[in-house]
């Protein structure tokens, strides 16, 4: 037999460009194949950062008193980097341990502020009334303000915006 079946017959020439190509052409489509796959699936299984965000210098933030911090938000989504403002309420008492709290109340949402005549958070919308470290002292919140997570790092604090209610 001549159709090149048998073990041990030679391949013809046409046999053979045939296979070369055939296989030139799956080696291309691989080498595009990969590297598309990875760019389309890899924003899915990279390592999520913890973002962390720079909120200031703890020598600026004075003790006893709450501040309100504003901040920008950089978070990767996908392949574009997002920018978002936002705020926390920081209180020290002696300038190296810090609470940071989420600007909004536990009851609606609304941003409450800090009365440094009363010595109290004031929650305008529906008269809630907070202590310095969070605690309900009035009105209808179910629960003491959302604490965020926070470290030292030099002399810069840094707080996890996206974890709101979610440390103690």
């Not at 574009?80 to 309420?89: F, L, M």
């Not at 209808?140 to 997570?149: I, T």
Request: charged share 25%; with cysteine.
């Amino acid at each position: 037999m001549r159709d090149g079946l048998e073990s041990g017959a030679k391949i013809d020439r046409r046999r053979f460009l045939a296979l070369a190509a055939g296989a030139l052409a799956g080696a291309i489509g691989a080498t595009m194949a990969i590297p598309s796959l990875f760019y389309v699936l890899a924003p899915g299984f990279g390592k999520k950062d913890e973002e962390w965000v720079d909120l200031g210098a703890t020598k600026d933030i004075p003790k006893g008193q709450p501040v309100k911090l504003e901040y920008v938000r950089r978070r990767r989504d996908g392949w574009t980097i997002v920018e978002a403002k936002g705020s926390a309420w920081v209180s020290t008492a002696n300038g190296r341990e810090f609470t940071v709290f989420d600007p909004h109340c536990t009851h609606l949402g609304c941003a409450y502020r800090w009365d440094a005549a009363k010595d109290r958070f004031l929650c305008p919308c529906h008269t809630a009334v907070f202590q310095i470290d969070g605690t309900v002292l009035s009105g209808p919140p179910p629960r003491p303000l959302d604490r965020l997570p926070n470290k030292v790092v030099g002399d810069r604090l840094l707080v996890m915006p996206t974890a709101a209610g979610k440390a103690a």
